[in-house]
């Protein structure tokens, strides 16, 4: 059977197909390009910004948050983050951490460079804490912690994978807090009342009184206006109460206590002390005298220092006895 025919046929028949193929192309490549797009699928969105593959963020961040506050305490807090990559997928090395007193990192105060491994939820991350001002001739970091009251703004910088260039990564800022305002020794010490520690001795004498109560004594001392009469007089710095304020006097005939008076407007003031009847029958007057003074600021007693006086009798009169030598003649 002679086969010439079919095969001429088949291979007619293929270069037409051909044909036909290289005209449908020729009339494609002719249509406007808005006509070519209708019959292919829409390509997905993407951002407006400059293409992922020129695209170099920095290291990632992870803590602390952007904002977040330390305690006082915490003057060496850990930054955690996670080194980049560059657009061909290789990973670009961390040089150091920077911080700054603001955001645009304009003005650096601290940077860290010993890194470590910290972990978040369990993840591990690059960690670095050790915060140094500079080094030293030996190029030994020195460390300086952090000061509390203050904004610090971070950011890592790290080397390209060619090591041309570096590459920064976003900023973010912490806060270390002021320490807490604890109660002065003053204010502490307005809360107490009346006496402290035993008898007040030592709150309530001396500096310690005017720290405590806003009233010191300054002088005490005594003067004598008959045989057994005497006038006490104290000088005070601070506000007190004189009506509720006294001179207290010890002696073996027991305890008095004295009421005292305001005298001008230098903080003196003023008590008269008459010996009673058993306090001048004393074999040996031997009188301690103190002087408490009642402060406005809280109400505690303000004690002078014990002062000590010893009073003589005074000389019995001698009996007269007439001169002999010049009784006159009967």
Not at 101 to 124: E, I, L, N
Not at 161 to 184: C, H, L, M, N, W
Not at 288 to 315: C, D, E, M, W
Request: hydrophobic content about 40%.
């Amino acid at each position: 059977m002679d086969h010439g025919a079919v095969i001429h046929t088949a291979r007619a028949r293929g270069a037409w197909t051909s044909v036909t193929l290289l005209l449908m192309l020729l009339v494609v490549l002719g249509m406007p390009s808005s006509a070519r797009a209708s019959e292919q699928p829409a390509a997905p969105a993407t951002p407006a910004a400059t293409p992922a593959a020129t695209t170099t963020t920095g290291a990632k961040l992870v803590a602390p948050a952007d904002g977040q506050h330390f305690d006082h305490l915490e003057v060496a807090p850990m930054v955690q983050f996670d080194p980049s990559t560059d657009s061909a997928g290789k990973a670009e090395t961390a040089k150091w951490v920077l911080l700054a007193d603001d955001r645009a990192m304009t003005k650096t105060v601290r940077y860290c460079r010993q890194f470590v491994w910290a972990t978040t939820d369990g993840a591990y991350h690059w960690g670095c804490n050790r915060w140094a001002t500079g080094a030293d001739q030996y190029g030994n970091d020195q460390l300086k912690p952090l000061d509390a009251g203050k904004v610090y703004y971070w950011q890592v910088v790290s080397n390209s994978a060619d090591g041309k260039s570096e590459v920064k990564s976003a900023v973010r800022a912490f806060a270390i807090d002021s320490e807490t305002a604890q109660p002065t020794i003053a204010d502490v010490s307005a809360q107490v009342h009346g006496t402290a520690f035993d008898d007040g001795s030592y709150l309530n004498l001396g500096a310690a009184a005017l720290v405590n109560s806003g009233v010191r004594v300054s002088s005490i001392h005594s003067a004598r206006l008959a045989t057994y009469a005497f006038r006490i007089t104290g000088k005070h710095v601070g506000a007190v109460d004189a009506t509720r304020s006294y001179v207290k006097v010890t002696s073996a005939a027991g305890t008095r206590y004295l009421k005292v008076a305001s005298v001008g407007t230098d903080g003196t003031v003023q008590a008269v002390w008459r010996l009673t009847v058993a306090e001048r029958k004393l074999r040996t007057k031997r009188f301690t005298y103190q002087l408490h003074l009642k402060s406005t600021r809280n109400g505690a007693l303000v004690k002078s220092q014990q002062r000590v006086v010893l009073i003589k009798s005074p000389a019995a009169n001698p009996k007269w006895t007439p001169d002999r030598t010049t009784v006159k003649p009967i």
